[in-house]
Every structure is written in structure tokens, then in C-alpha cells.
């Protein structure tokens, strides 16, 4: 029950993101006009916006022009349903899985826009971030909430580690860009990617960063080479790079100590 209530969430999470991921890069409003229709305008009923089951049930088609409706908007919905059933089968349910599956959420949808726009919002990217750095303050609710707190040393700590590590991060990366482009003459990483390296250090730490930065070069290797002169958003590299190294932190840290055995 607790799978189909986090996938459940995730859907309707997938759902608002689909509005945000259509209209922040327009500059629009998220909230008005409702929901409607890009081609004919006409304004959606409820039952036409209902997660995944609507585009199915529809056929994706406008349920008034029958224009087709992009495959983006159930697969958003879809894969956010999965991060929140995933994470929760690794985290259980709680402050600190909805936390992180709304930071992948809005990773996720990052990666959408940047491969439509190849630059992201800046509103979305520092929410993440804010939340990946913040986490243990919504953790410390939760345990307060339910009369389980620790000792409040443990949350102040584990809230200056994810600031120290996303800072660590966040000025490499510039660091990085800086100095890259000093040699060849041109940006090489964007302020977007800055923020992303500080969200990925708060939400993994290290050593895990460093082998999520380095799962997202290879996972951008092949797409670099094939493009040539076109350009390769790495935004959704460096967030698929993340959630494998989080999904998979037991075994990542399992190969860093046989290789440092």
C-alpha cells in the first residue's frame, strides 16, 4: 500500500510539473488560465487532466480538436511516479523521502526543459537546490511531529555537511568553468550547472559525488561525440548521473572501499 501511495503522489506531483515545465520557460503564469488546450484554447474539465489515465483514456487527443497531445506530458507523469515509489522503497515513507523525491521531481523536469530550451529556470534549479539543503530541517519536523526526535546536534550537523558539500561543489564548478574557459575561449558550464553541482554535493556528499559526476561524463560521452558541432544540454546527465549513484549508493560505496581497500 505504501508503493501505490508514494506512486500515487508522484503522479499527481508529475502532473503539476507538466504545467511548470510548459509554462515557466514562457514566462507564463502556472495557475491561469487553467489548464487547457494549446490549439483550440478550449479550458479542460477536470476528468481530462486526471494522471496518465486521461491520456490514455483519450487516446492522446484533445478531447475537443483532437489534436494529438505530446507523449511528454504521461511519461513526466510516469517517471515521477516511479522516483516517488522507488525512493520510497529505499527511504520508507517519511520527510525525508517526499523531500527527495520532490529534489529528483524537479531534476527530472530541469533535464525536460533543457532539452527543449538548452537553459532552465532559475527559479526551479535554486527550489531544488534549497530543498536539497534545507532536508534535515524538514526531517527534524517529521521526527518532532511524531515524538521520535534525536538529539538536535545530529540534525545541525547533518545540516552543515550538505551546506559544506554543496558549496564544495558549487565552487568547483565554477572553478572549473572559469578556468575551462580561459582555455578554449568560450563557456563551458552555465551558472545552471553550477547550481546542479551544488544540489548534487548536498543530496549525495562525499565520496558519491564525485562518482555521480563521473557516471554523468560517461552517460554524456556517446550523445558529446555524435553531435559534434550541436549542442549537448548536460543538465539531465548530471541529474540521471545523480539518482543512479542515490538508487545505488550501497554498491557505489561498496566499489570506492574495494578501491581504496
Known amino acids: 500500500m505504501s508503493l501505490l501511495f508514494a506512486f500515487f503522489t508522484g ?3 508529475g502532473s503539476f510539473l507538466n504545467v511548470l515545465i510548459v509554462r515557466i520557460p514562457k514566462g507564463e503564469n502556472i495557475a491561469f488560465p487553467p489548464s487547457h488546450c494549446p ?8 476528468w481530462h487532466n486526471i494522471p496518465l489515465l486521461s491520456w490514455l483514456i483519450l487516446q492522446g487527443k484533445c478531447a475537443y480538436c483532437k489534436s494529438p497531445i505530446s507523449r511528454i506530458y504521461p511519461i513526466v507523469e510516469l517517471l515521477t511516479g516511479l522516483i516517488f515509489a522507488l525512493l520510497a522503497l529505499k527511504l ?15 531534476l527530472m523536469a530541469l533535464s525536460v526543459i533543457d532539452f527543449e530550451y538548452y537553459a532552465v529556470p532559475d527559479s526551479l534549479n535554486f527550489t ?3 530543498l536539497a539543503l534545507l532536508m534535515p530541517l524538514f526531517i527534524l519536523g517529521w521526527d518532532w511531529g511524531f515524538g521520535d526526535m534525536k538529539d538536535l546536534s545530529f540534525y545541525m550537523d547533518m545540516l552543515f555537511t550538505r551546506f559544506k558539500d554543496g558549496a ?5 564548478f565554477f572553478a572549473l568553468g572559469y578556468i575551462v574557459k580561459r582555455l578554449i ?7 545552471a550547472d553550477i547550481i546542479i553541482a551544488a544540489t548534487m554535493g548536498a543530496m549525495l556528499g562525499f565520496p558519491l559525488v564525485l562518482m555521480a ?29 545523480t539518482w543512479i549513484v542515490y538508487i545505488f549508493s550501497d554498491q557505489f560505496m561498496k566499489w570506492w572501499g574495494m578501491l581504496y581497500a
Do not use: Q
Open 168 to 172: 564544495i561543489m558549487g565552487v568547483s
Open 128 to 130: 531544488a537546490l534549497g
Open 185 to 191: 575561449k568560450k563557456d563551458a558550464l552555465g551558472e
Open 11 to 13: 503522479l499527481a506531483i
Open 92 to 106: 520508507g515513507l517519511g520527510a525525508e523521502w517526499f523531500v527527495t523525491a520532490l529534489v529528483f521531481a524537479l
Open 39 to 46: 490549439k483550440c484554447d478550449n479550458a479542460l474539465k477536470w
Open 213 to 241: 559526476i563521473y557516471v554523468s561524463a560517461l552517460l554524456a560521452i556517446v550523445p558529446a561525440v555524435t553531435a559534434r558541432n550541436h549542442m549537448v544540454p548536460f543538465v539531465p546527465f548530471l541529474a540521471l548521473g
